[in-house]
Protein backbone atom coordinates (compact mmCIF):
# COMPACT_ATOMS: atom_id res chain seq x y z
CA UNK A 1 0.00 0.00 0.00
CA UNK A 2 1.85 3.29 -1.22
CA UNK A 3 0.66 6.79 -1.63
CA UNK A 4 2.84 8.74 -4.00
CA UNK A 5 2.90 11.95 -2.92
CA UNK A 6 5.01 13.88 -5.89
CA UNK A 7 5.17 12.49 -9.16
CA UNK A 8 5.35 14.24 -13.13
CA UNK A 9 3.33 11.22 -15.47
CA UNK A 10 2.57 13.82 -17.82
CA UNK A 11 6.72 13.65 -18.47
CA UNK A 12 7.30 12.65 -21.91
CA UNK A 13 9.45 9.64 -20.74
CA UNK A 14 6.07 8.03 -20.32
CA UNK A 15 4.33 9.18 -23.60
CA UNK A 16 4.36 5.92 -25.02
CA UNK A 17 3.22 3.38 -21.99
CA UNK A 18 1.39 6.11 -20.06
CA UNK A 19 -2.02 3.59 -19.47
CA UNK A 20 0.34 0.71 -19.52
CA UNK A 21 1.91 2.01 -16.52
CA UNK A 22 -0.86 3.46 -14.52
CA UNK A 23 -3.07 0.10 -15.18
CA UNK A 24 -0.05 -1.74 -13.47
CA UNK A 25 0.46 0.74 -10.50
CA UNK A 26 -3.64 0.46 -9.66
CA UNK A 27 -2.77 -3.25 -10.09
CA UNK A 28 0.64 -3.16 -7.94
CA UNK A 29 -1.27 -1.25 -4.58
CA UNK A 30 -0.83 2.23 -5.18
CA UNK A 31 -3.66 4.05 -3.45
CA UNK A 32 -3.02 7.31 -4.76
CA UNK A 33 -0.88 9.73 -6.53
CA UNK A 34 -0.34 13.29 -6.35
CA UNK A 35 0.48 14.88 -9.75
CA UNK A 36 2.88 17.93 -9.76
CA UNK A 37 2.99 20.93 -12.75
CA UNK A 38 6.04 22.17 -13.30
CA UNK A 39 5.15 24.53 -16.63
CA UNK A 40 1.41 25.57 -16.77
CA UNK A 41 1.15 22.98 -19.68
CA UNK A 42 2.33 19.87 -16.72
CA UNK A 43 -0.23 22.09 -14.58
CA UNK A 44 -2.99 21.56 -17.21
CA UNK A 45 -2.18 17.85 -17.80
CA UNK A 46 -1.98 17.15 -13.84
CA UNK A 47 -5.64 18.02 -13.79
CA UNK A 48 -6.18 16.03 -16.94
CA UNK A 49 -4.83 12.77 -15.46
CA UNK A 50 -6.63 13.46 -11.97
CA UNK A 51 -9.93 13.80 -13.79
CA UNK A 52 -9.57 10.64 -15.76
CA UNK A 53 -7.57 8.52 -12.82
CA UNK A 54 -9.59 7.91 -9.81
CA UNK A 55 -6.61 7.52 -7.92
CA UNK A 56 -4.85 10.22 -8.99
CA UNK A 57 -5.07 13.90 -7.86
CA UNK A 58 -3.54 17.22 -9.12
CA UNK A 59 -0.95 20.07 -7.73
CA UNK A 60 -0.80 23.09 -10.20
CA UNK A 61 2.17 25.61 -10.05
CA UNK A 62 5.10 26.81 -11.84
CA UNK A 63 8.07 25.37 -11.03
CA UNK A 64 10.95 27.74 -10.10
CA UNK A 65 12.75 27.01 -13.62
CA UNK A 66 9.48 28.22 -15.23
CA UNK A 67 9.25 31.90 -12.84
CA UNK A 68 10.07 34.16 -15.44
CA UNK A 69 6.74 32.69 -16.90
CA UNK A 70 4.23 33.86 -14.07
CA UNK A 71 2.31 36.40 -15.26
CA UNK A 72 -0.96 37.73 -13.63
CA UNK A 73 -2.74 35.49 -16.55
CA UNK A 74 -0.78 32.47 -15.40
CA UNK A 75 -1.70 33.00 -12.03
CA UNK A 76 -5.39 33.43 -12.67
CA UNK A 77 -4.87 30.40 -14.50
CA UNK A 78 -3.53 28.41 -11.75
CA UNK A 79 -6.78 29.95 -9.69
CA UNK A 80 -8.86 28.58 -12.44
CA UNK A 81 -7.70 25.14 -12.51
CA UNK A 82 -7.34 24.85 -8.85
CA UNK A 83 -10.87 24.87 -8.46
CA UNK A 84 -11.67 21.32 -9.88
CA UNK A 85 -11.74 19.01 -6.80
CA UNK A 86 -9.31 16.83 -7.30
CA UNK A 87 -6.63 19.90 -7.25
CA UNK A 88 -5.20 19.25 -3.86
CA UNK A 89 -2.06 21.49 -3.48
CA UNK A 90 -0.50 24.57 -5.28
CA UNK A 91 3.07 22.88 -6.52
CA UNK A 92 5.37 21.95 -7.32
CA UNK A 93 6.81 25.91 -6.42
CA UNK A 94 9.80 27.35 -4.79
CA UNK A 95 13.67 27.74 -5.44
CA UNK A 96 16.25 26.17 -7.59
CA UNK A 97 19.65 28.27 -7.22
CA UNK A 98 21.58 25.10 -8.88
CA UNK A 99 21.35 25.69 -12.66
CA UNK A 100 23.06 29.24 -13.58
CA UNK A 101 20.58 29.23 -16.54
CA UNK A 102 17.09 29.41 -13.95
CA UNK A 103 15.73 32.52 -13.81
CA UNK A 104 17.38 35.03 -11.90
CA UNK A 105 17.02 34.42 -7.85
CA UNK A 106 14.95 37.46 -7.55
CA UNK A 107 12.87 36.48 -9.88
CA UNK A 108 12.09 33.22 -8.66
CA UNK A 109 11.65 34.48 -4.69
CA UNK A 110 8.99 36.70 -6.45
CA UNK A 111 7.39 33.95 -8.11
CA UNK A 112 7.37 31.61 -5.30
CA UNK A 113 6.30 34.40 -2.81
CA UNK A 114 3.29 34.85 -5.55
CA UNK A 115 2.59 31.39 -5.20
CA UNK A 116 2.34 31.11 -1.75
CA UNK A 117 -0.19 33.79 -1.41
CA UNK A 118 -2.58 32.35 -3.78
CA UNK A 119 -2.34 29.27 -1.43
CA UNK A 120 -3.07 31.25 1.67
CA UNK A 121 -5.65 32.87 -1.01
CA UNK A 122 -7.21 29.53 -1.33
CA UNK A 123 -6.56 27.61 1.54
CA UNK A 124 -4.17 24.75 -0.36
CA UNK A 125 -1.28 23.24 0.77
CA UNK A 126 2.00 23.77 -1.32
CA UNK A 127 4.58 21.49 -2.56
CA UNK A 128 8.19 22.95 -2.12
CA UNK A 129 10.80 22.54 -4.62
CA UNK A 130 14.15 23.73 -2.81
CA UNK A 131 17.14 23.31 -4.21
CA UNK A 132 21.00 24.99 -2.73
CA UNK A 133 18.28 27.73 -1.58
CA UNK A 134 17.76 26.72 1.97
CA UNK A 135 17.98 29.81 3.84
CA UNK A 136 15.94 31.99 1.04
CA UNK A 137 12.73 29.39 1.05
CA UNK A 138 13.23 29.32 4.83
CA UNK A 139 12.50 32.95 4.99
CA UNK A 140 9.86 32.99 2.63
CA UNK A 141 7.95 29.85 4.27
CA UNK A 142 7.95 31.81 7.96
CA UNK A 143 6.08 35.13 5.57
CA UNK A 144 3.23 32.69 4.98
CA UNK A 145 2.49 30.85 8.46
CA UNK A 146 -1.04 30.32 7.29
CA UNK A 147 0.23 28.03 4.37
CA UNK A 148 1.20 23.90 5.61
CA UNK A 149 3.14 21.72 3.29
CA UNK A 150 5.71 19.48 2.09
CA UNK A 151 9.03 20.16 1.74
CA UNK A 152 9.73 17.66 -1.49
CA UNK A 153 12.84 15.56 -2.05
CA UNK A 154 14.48 16.98 0.69
CA UNK A 155 18.30 18.20 0.49
CA UNK A 156 18.96 19.99 3.03
CA UNK A 157 20.02 19.40 6.67
CA UNK A 158 18.64 17.92 9.92
CA UNK A 159 18.82 21.85 11.27
CA UNK A 160 16.75 22.87 8.20
CA UNK A 161 14.15 19.87 8.57
CA UNK A 162 13.89 20.81 12.41
CA UNK A 163 12.82 24.55 11.44
CA UNK A 164 10.34 23.17 8.61
CA UNK A 165 8.77 21.01 11.26
CA UNK A 166 8.58 24.28 13.34
CA UNK A 167 6.35 25.51 10.73
CA UNK A 168 4.07 22.71 10.63
CA UNK A 169 5.62 21.56 7.36
CA UNK A 170 5.89 17.69 6.05
CA UNK A 171 9.22 16.23 4.90
CA UNK A 172 9.47 14.20 1.08
CA UNK A 173 11.72 11.27 1.20
CA UNK A 174 12.93 10.10 -2.22
CA UNK A 175 14.77 7.19 -3.67
CA UNK A 176 18.13 9.25 -2.66
CA UNK A 177 17.49 7.62 0.93
CA UNK A 178 18.93 4.03 -0.84
CA UNK A 179 21.48 5.47 -2.10
CA UNK A 180 24.90 4.62 -1.20
CA UNK A 181 26.12 8.29 -0.42
CA UNK A 182 22.68 9.36 1.29
CA UNK A 183 24.39 9.86 4.80
CA UNK A 184 22.98 13.49 5.00
CA UNK A 185 19.04 12.55 4.13
CA UNK A 186 19.52 9.53 6.62
CA UNK A 187 20.29 11.72 9.34
CA UNK A 188 17.48 13.57 8.41
CA UNK A 189 15.31 10.98 8.64
CA UNK A 190 16.24 10.16 12.12
CA UNK A 191 14.68 13.41 13.32
CA UNK A 192 11.83 13.88 11.30
CA UNK A 193 9.02 11.87 13.31
CA UNK A 194 6.81 9.37 11.41
CA UNK A 195 3.65 11.58 11.42
CA UNK A 196 5.62 14.17 9.20
CA UNK A 197 7.36 11.90 6.74
CA UNK A 198 5.68 11.71 3.47
CA UNK A 199 7.04 9.27 0.21
CA UNK A 200 7.53 10.28 -3.59
CA UNK A 201 8.83 8.86 -6.44
CA UNK A 202 9.98 12.52 -8.27
CA UNK A 203 9.04 10.20 -11.18
CA UNK A 204 10.32 10.02 -13.82
CA UNK A 205 13.76 10.68 -12.10
CA UNK A 206 15.06 9.54 -8.66
CA UNK A 207 14.70 6.28 -8.79
CA UNK A 208 15.75 3.73 -5.48
CA UNK A 209 17.96 1.43 -5.56
CA UNK A 210 18.19 -1.28 -7.29
CA UNK A 211 16.59 0.73 -10.00
CA UNK A 212 18.99 3.95 -9.81
CA UNK A 213 19.63 5.48 -13.46
CA UNK A 214 16.41 4.05 -15.05
CA UNK A 215 12.97 5.62 -15.30
CA UNK A 216 11.53 5.48 -11.82
CA UNK A 217 7.68 4.47 -11.04
CA UNK A 218 5.52 4.68 -8.21
CA UNK A 219 5.52 1.20 -7.20
CA UNK A 220 9.28 1.36 -6.41
CA UNK A 221 8.33 3.35 -3.46
CA UNK A 222 8.55 0.23 -1.64
CA UNK A 223 12.02 0.20 -1.60
CA UNK A 224 12.08 3.97 0.05
CA UNK A 225 9.75 2.26 2.68
CA UNK A 226 12.01 -0.55 3.29
CA UNK A 227 14.75 1.92 4.15
CA UNK A 228 13.00 4.05 6.66
CA UNK A 229 11.12 0.81 8.17
CA UNK A 230 15.17 -0.11 8.82
CA UNK A 231 16.24 3.53 10.30
CA UNK A 232 13.23 3.77 12.47
CA UNK A 233 13.22 0.45 13.23
CA UNK A 234 9.37 -0.28 12.52
CA UNK A 235 7.55 -2.53 10.48
CA UNK A 236 7.08 -1.95 7.02
CA UNK A 237 3.53 -2.48 6.74
CA UNK A 238 3.37 0.79 9.75
CA UNK A 239 5.04 2.61 7.36
CA UNK A 240 2.72 2.09 4.76
CA UNK A 241 -0.09 3.33 6.94
CA UNK A 242 1.22 5.78 8.17
CA UNK A 243 2.76 7.47 5.21
CA UNK A 244 -0.88 6.98 3.47
CA UNK A 245 -2.54 9.04 6.59
CA UNK A 246 0.20 11.76 6.35
CA UNK A 247 -0.85 12.51 2.70
CA UNK A 248 -4.24 12.36 2.98
CA UNK A 249 -3.91 14.36 6.14
CA UNK A 250 -1.69 16.87 4.44
CA UNK A 251 -4.04 17.16 1.51
CA UNK A 252 -7.38 16.60 2.87
CA UNK A 253 -7.92 13.71 0.77
Known amino acids: MIFDSHAHYDDESFNEDREQVIKELKENGIVGILNCGA ?13 KYDFFY ?8 YADKLDEAAVEELRQLAKNPKVKAIGEIGLDYYYEENPERQVQREAFRRQMELARELGLPVVIHDRDAHGDTLEIIK ?5 KGVVHCFSGSPEFAKECLKMGYYVGFTGVVTFKNAKK ?14 VETD ?6 VPYRGK ?9 IIE ?6 EIPTEQVEIITIGNTKNLFKI
Open 58 to 65: AAVGLHPE
Open 215 to 223: RNRSDYIKF
Open 39 to 51: AMEGARDSVKLAD
Open 143 to 147: DFPEV
Open 185 to 198: VIDVLKVVPMDRIL
Open 227 to 232: KISEIK
Open 203 to 208: CPYMAP
